[in-house]
């Protein structure tokens, strides 16, 4: 018999310990459950990368989807054909851009209405076509304005290191304030931050019933006048109570509403009297605001 089968003889003929069989049968069992539960977890790596991966495509078609509203006009009154829950019209953004010139800084997002029901009747044409004309309007007499206050300052001595200090920026951009299947009501604002004087608010109202634009007497009746006066004068005295300032009649506050006077259209389809700032109280007051009930 050669040495190695010698070997093997002996080797086998050792007898296994009891105890020592079952610790190897745990080690190879615990083995078996580590291999099981590495699996699992790359399992569970693997499934989170996947919802990862489908959460940042879902962002990537939205961030695509709002650049194609705001740089597309076909693809944006596309979108307004889309079935959406509630409302015969919304807002989008037709257009918007920001630029830089001299350290004036430009911000732009021009709105447009689309009608989600084509078979309303509603002509919005010559709205939308009023907003584009208002706010490229507004943005290009605002930006000579900023140019002329920039040539101005450096004449008198000041420095394009000073200039750049005062962070310019002109701002056009709107705000819904209702949108249902009665009303659309939101505001087209233009603001120069260096100055308040040619700050612009258009106001829109439209009422989705009857495709035209509302007035206060739509919402308040034939004595809309008396109703609305008497109601901000109130509103007036008791907020003076609170501490809130208001001017005079004699230095210019407020007198009474006239054609001109803005409002918009609530959640409660109550119409709020617009005064922009300065208008009635002091510029520390910001922007006033009247909600009027009763009428119709």
Same mark, same amino acid.
């Not at 989170?48 to 990537?60: L, N």
């Not at 961030?63 to 740089?71: M, R, S």
């Not at 918009?264 to 009635?280: A, D, G, K, L, S």
């Given at each position: +018999?050669?040495? $190695?089968?010698?070997?093997?003889?002996?080797?086998?003929?050792? &007898?296994?310990?009891?105890?020592?069989?079952?610790?190897?049968?745990?080690?190879? *069992?615990?083995?078996?459950? *580590?291999?099981?539960?590495?699996?699992?977890?790359?399992? #569970?790596?693997?499934?989170?990368?996947?919802?990862?991966?489908?959460?940042?495509?879902?962002?990537?078609?939205?961030?695509?989807?709002?650049?194609?509203?705001?740089?597309?006009?076909?693809?944006?009154?596309?979108?307004?054909? $889309?079935?959406?829950?509630?409302?015969?019209?919304?807002?989008?953004?037709?257009?918007?851009?920001?630029?830089? =010139?001299?350290?004036?800084?430009?911000?732009?997002?021009?709105?447009?209405?689309? +009608?989600?029901?084509?078979?309303?009747?509603?002509?919005?044409?010559?709205?939308? /076509?009023?907003?584009?004309?208002?706010?490229? /309007?507004?943005?290009?007499?605002?930006?000579?304005?900023?140019?002329?206050?920039?040539?101005?300052? +450096?004449? &008198?001595?000041?420095?394009?290191?000073? !200039?750049?200090?005062?962070?310019? =920026?002109? &701002?056009?951009?709107?705000?819904?304030?209702? /949108?249902?299947?009665?009303?659309?009501?939101?505001?087209?604002?233009?603001?120069?931050? !260096?100055?308040?004087?040619?700050?612009?608010? =258009?106001?829109?109202?439209?009422?989705?019933?009857?495709?035209?634009?509302?007035?206060?007497?739509?919402?308040?009746?034939?004595?809309?006048?008396?109703?609305?006066?008497? #109601?901000?004068?109130? *509103?007036?005295?008791?907020?003076?109570? #609170?501490?809130?300032?208001?001017?005079?009649?004699?230095?210019?506050?407020?007198?009474?509403?006239?054609?001109? &006077? =803005?409002?918009?259209?609530?959640?409660?389809?109550?119409?709020?009297?617009?005064?922009? *700032?300065?208008?009635?109280?002091?510029?520390?007051?910001?922007?006033?605001?009247?909600?009027?009930?009763?009428?119709?």
């Amino acid at each position: +018999m050669g040495k $190695l089968e010698t070997m093997k003889e002996r080797y086998d003929q050792i &007898t296994i310990p009891e105890e020592l069989n079952f610790r190897i049968q745990q080690e190879i *069992q615990k083995s078996r459950n *580590q291999q099981e539960e590495k699996r699992r977890s790359d399992s #569970s790596h693997r499934l989170k990368r996947v919802i990862h991966s489908v959460e940042a495509a879902a962002a990537a078609i939205c961030i695509l989807f709002t650049a194609a509203l705001n740089t597309s006009p076909v693809f944006a009154k596309e979108a307004g054909q $889309l079935p959406v829950i509630g409302g015969l019209a919304r807002i989008l953004t037709f257009r918007s851009y920001e630029t830089e =010139k001299d350290d004036i800084a430009v911000s732009v997002e021009i709105p447009t209405i689309e +009608m989600i029901t084509e078979d309303t009747g509603i002509p919005v044409d010559e709205i939308n /076509q009023e907003i584009l004309a208002l706010c490229n /309007q507004y943005a290009d007499e605002a930006l000579v304005r900023a140019e002329e206050y920039r040539s101005a300052y +450096m004449e &008198t001595g000041g420095t394009p290191e000073e !200039w750049a200090e005062h962070k310019i =920026k002109i &701002t056009v951009g709107y705000e819904i304030k209702k /949108q249902n299947n009665d009303y659309l009501s939101f505001v087209v604002r233009g603001t120069e931050n !260096w100055t308040n004087a040619n700050n612009e608010l =258009k106001y829109y109202n439209l009422d989705l019933r009857t495709g035209k634009m509302v007035t206060l007497k739509d919402l308040l009746g034939s004595d809309y006048v008396e109703l609305v006066n008497e #109601s901000i004068k109130e *509103q007036i005295a008791e907020r003076q109570k #609170s501490g809130e300032v208001f001017f005079t009649a004699e230095e210019g506050g407020f007198a009474g509403i006239s054609e001109d &006077t =803005k409002f918009y259209i609530n959640e409660n389809n109550r119409p709020v009297i617009v005064y922009e *700032q300065y208008e009635i109280a002091p510029g520390s007051s910001g922007e006033i605001t009247f909600e009027i009930t009763g009428g119709n």
